[in-house]
């Protein structure tokens, strides 16, 4: 099946720097990507959807302006988490997909904030 | 709205026994239904999905699911569980067109004894 690379698999910043997550679809073009966050022994948690080229979407609650998304391309989509405190420590998960195609998720990102 | 609700936090099982997971959901139209298992740290990875067509669904690692629209829910089952099977399963309903928004439960989390 398609794969989606996402990177770092763990990171650890202190409060207050800026953390980015990547995720590359490998073997195809994902014109959507979906973020997620995932709190511990919890279900996972949509953030935004964002289409290449377009402005992300954002789920009530979520922080735009603290989750940025960019999806600049068919092949890779980011979020930098700014300004990062340590409730912000959580798995986050991209999931792409191509328009009325199956969607794959990518390996996930522990964030740890210090 | 869509909703999917899995009962059971948390199932015990013996090595070797058998299993089932439930899973029930609330859709307006014919759902997509999938099942994906995730291990500790790690992403999801899809064990099986349901769009049409036979409602038995074989999946990977011998885990299969039935989707029974009269009583609105898609279990998943196994035959004879192994050790390696420990980790927390969720259930999912999306729309047609599998590059959209997936509704998760809020997971079962199986532990296996040896």
């Known amino acids: 099946g398609a794969v989606v690379s996402q990177h770092p698999s763990r990171v650890i910043c202190k409060s207050g720097t800026s953390v980015k997550i990547e995720c590359r679809s490998l073997d195809f073009q994902a014109t959507t990507m979906f973020w997620y966050r995932q709190f511990p022994k919890k279900s996972l948690m949509l953030m935004a959807t964002s289409n290449e080229g377009s402005k992300a979407t954002y789920e009530q609650g979520v922080e735009k302006d603290k989750f940025l998304i960019n999806h600049a391309s068919l092949t890779l989509s980011t979020l930098t988490v700014t300004s990062a405190h340590p409730e912000d420590s959580s798995f986050y998960i991209c999931?792409?997909?191509?328009?009325?195609?199956?969607?794959?998720f990518g390996q996930g990102t522990r964030l740890t904030v210090v | 709205a869509q909703s999917v609700t899995q009962p059971d936090i948390h199932i015990t099982v013996s090595e070797g026994a058998s299993l089932e997971l439930r899973c029930n959901y609330s859709?307006?139209?014919?759902?997509?239904l999938f099942w994906y298992v995730q291990s500790p740290g790690q992403g999801l990875q899809l064990l099986l999905k349901?769009?049409?067509?036979?409602?038995l669904v074989q999946g990977i690692k011998g885990f299969e699911a039935e989707f029974k629209r009269s009583q609105s829910s898609f279990n998943l089952r196994k035959p004879s569980v192994h050790w390696s099977d420990a980790a927390e399963y969720f259930c999912?309903?999306?729309?047609?067109?599998?590059?959209?928004?997936?509704?998760f439960g809020s997971g079962t989390q199986l532990t296996v004894l040896p």
């Open positions: 999931r792409g997909g191509r328009e009325g195609g199956e969607a794959f």
């Open positions: 859709y307006g139209a014919t759902p997509y």
């Open positions: 349901y769009f049409s067509g036979d409602t």
């Open positions: 999912a309903v999306g729309p047609s067109g599998s590059a959209r928004q997936l509704t």
